[in-house]
């Protein structure tokens, strides 16, 4: 069955630091991926999607992440995080385009 | 503008009351769903129609029933509700050709 894991439940990171948070998706293709950042009391927005292509696809927010067909994963990265990044951020897939699925979330704090 | 908006965004209510919960979307999107969001944030796919027509229905209790009067918008209905259906529902909406989910706000349900 597809499934999408995040396997870091929460990250915290100071302010200024590097970031990298991590997705598996297990799907018999390769799937449309996707970021997510919700902030507290908020709807979900898209940081980014990979359809095919370039592998490495640029976000809003300065995000960034890479798809790696070998391993499986879409990982999400930011050079330099900023205090309003504090947030859960969910990996997602579809294959066939009407069944998203959605990874556990990871919530990140950042420290001053 | 908001593009998917939901009604009502806060909802407390008694067990075995019956509640609705409404979305509207004004993007021209042809796909809509409802996501239920439990308290550690995992989103869960509960319904998606496409132009009027069922077309996801997960695994949920026959108490839940959607409604799509038209492909603008996707109501949900609760029956008899337990205090397991409280947490956050979200509806989306999805474009045709990139599948990227566009969310409402979320609206948070508590059943005491």
């Known amino acids: 069955a597809q499934s999408v894991t995040q396997p870091d439940i929460h990250i915290t990171v100071s302010e200024g630091a590097s970031l990298e948070l991590r997705c598996n998706y297990s799907?018999?293709?390769?799937?449309?991926l996707f970021w997510y950042v919700q902030s507290p009391g908020q709807g979900l927005q898209l940081l980014l999607k990979y359809f095919s292509g370039d592998t490495l696809v640029q976000g809003i927010k300065g995000f960034e992440a890479e798809f790696k067909r070998s391993q499986s994963s879409f990982n999400l990265r930011k050079p330099s995080v900023h205090w309003s990044d504090a947030a859960e951020y969910f990996c997602a897939c579809t294959y066939n385009n009407n069944d998203m699925r959605f990874g556990a979330g990871t919530r990140l704090t950042v420290k001053p | 503008d908001t593009a998917v908006s939901q009604t009502p965004k806060y909802l407390v209510t008694q067990m075995g009351n019956d509640k609705s919960i409404k979305c509207e979307q004004n993007?021209?999107?042809?796909?809509m769903y409802w996501y239920k969001q439990d308290s550690k944030k995992f989103l869960k796919i509960m319904f998606s129609?496409?132009?009027?027509?069922?077309?996801i229905n997960e695994t949920v209790p026959n108490r839940f029933s959607p409604k799509s009067p038209d492909k603008a918008h996707l109501n949900l209905h609760i029956n008899s509700l337990e205090l397991g259906d409280s947490a956050v529902y979200f509806c989306?909406?999805?474009?045709?050709?990139?599948?990227?989910?566009?969310f409402g706000e979320g609206s948070r349900l508590t059943v005491l």
């Open positions: 989306a909406s999805r474009t045709t050709n990139t599948g990227e989910l566009f």
């Open positions: 129609y496409n132009n009027k027509e069922l077309i």
């Open positions: 993007l021209g999107h042809d796909t």
């Open positions: 799907y018999g293709a390769t799937p449309y």
